[in-house]
């Protein structure tokens, strides 16, 4: 199990480290194969973390301070809802409900309209809390940030910031949240120590990719493989799949 779960985060961390997003995406539908949810969640946002902080450093002058601020005030409100959910639902459900927001959200990329835009934060709250929600349940921020910022028509460089802007402040306080409900164990932090050093590795190798990659045909496999992996979690949650 350990082999599979390093391989996740490298993965995971490897294609945030390019495009800006989706380690969460990967890692904790993934991670929900081979061990608990509550096990997976927190895992995945240590790395976003890790991720965010490196990102950061190289790329702080390109974020929009603003947006990232907006989303990351709506996002602590959504959290606690978030928390609440992963302790009170089922563990089936939460699959289910994890895999339809993975289709759903790989499902807008691929058939998305280019013509829809928002030309201003004024929304910016209704995409940080559903943020909020889903990082604090799941540990996956994500979905509602990549729409809200493709929606506002963000230059890659700007977008790939951006989250990092946001995502650091935000996966922090999820953190702090699993600590105070019980969910940071020590095999959640035995496990992510030991992803640490191939997590910085992929971090490195995402970034020589940005610089190189155009990207379209990329993401467009990674939207497939995310409609994939989410119809695996449902099959899961139905018991088809093990699980």
Known sequence: MLVAVLTILFVASFIRSAFGFGEALIAVPLLAFVM????????????????AAVAIVQDWRHIHFRSAGRLFLATAVGVPLGLWALHALDGHVVKMVLGIVVMAFAGFALTRHRQAALHDDRHAWIFGFGAGVLGGAYGMNGPPLVLYGTLRGWSPQHFRATLQGYFLPASLMTVAGYGL???????????????????????????????????PVFVRCL?????????????????????
Not at 36 to 51: F, G, M, N
Not at 223 to 243: C, E, K, N, P
């Open 36 to 51: 608990p949810v509550e096990v997976a969640a927190p895992i995945a946002a240590l790395v976003s973390i890790t991720v």
């Open 181 to 215: 409900t019980g969910l940071w164990t020590r095999s959640v932090t035995r496990d992510y120590l030991l992803a640490l050093p191939l997590v910085l590795i992929a971090t490195l190798l995402g970034r020589m990719l940005n610089k190189r990659l155009s990207g």
């Open 223 to 243: 939207y497939v493989g995310l409609v994939l992996i989410g119809a695996m979690l449902l099959l899961q949650s139905r018991g088809w799949m093990g699980g």
